[in-house]
């Protein structure tokens, strides 16, 4: 690959970076906290290109003041650049077109389970009451969380709000949210059974808010602690500018 190739490949990767990092696109594979990194990194790749492509220009410059090179010699042939350029086009695919965040093609490939912090929660004390109110808002994490491990039952007839997208699998509707750590790349997810049916028409990947109950002992390790939900009402929502819960 030329060097003028190199240069401007370097300069559009660290552009893209920045890019998401400022209008949030970022949020599709990282956590928040990641954002200054990103932005850093990014215009340390632009500067890094920046000054290279001065310093060939100037290196060119005085090569041709100086005169052509007797020593140099040229076989008169003209080799193809193209190969090297192609490589451009994914990284412009980035900067013009970020990915989506992941969906429901995820959830149904990748076994539900319940965070590892729930266990730390049942084992070190139990889970606290929920707060007052006729609807409780909730992470859908934590909803599973207590369906799977709270033996002293804070969820039972508790009417919550819960926010996720629609996955359809063989065995009914679910609302999902994918769980990460630090990145997209270890996301797992967390599920929801829908009970009434009121979600079957929904596109898959489509965000509902969802009041309702959940049904006690349904979450269990045989069904990837996907506890049942019995549905109240349901709204279509859009879709979240952070479409991971943590």
Known sequence: MKRETQNILLILLGGALVKIAVNGDYLRYVKPAQQPWIITGGA????LGAVAIVRDLLAARAKAAAGPDPGHDDDGHSHSARPAWLLLVPVLAVFLVAPPALGADSVIRTEARVPASAAAAANAAAFPPLPAGNVVPLAVNEFVSRAGWDAAGTLDRRTVS????????GGGTLLARL???CCAADAFPVTVHLRGGEADHLASDAWIQVTGQVVPGTATKDNSYTPDFTLASITT???PKDPYEY
């Open 44 to 47: 340390v790749m632009v500067l």
């Open 162 to 169: 819960l926010t996720g997208f629609v996955v359809h699998t």
């Open 179 to 181: 769980v990460i750590s």
């Open 237 to 239: 929502v859009p879709a």
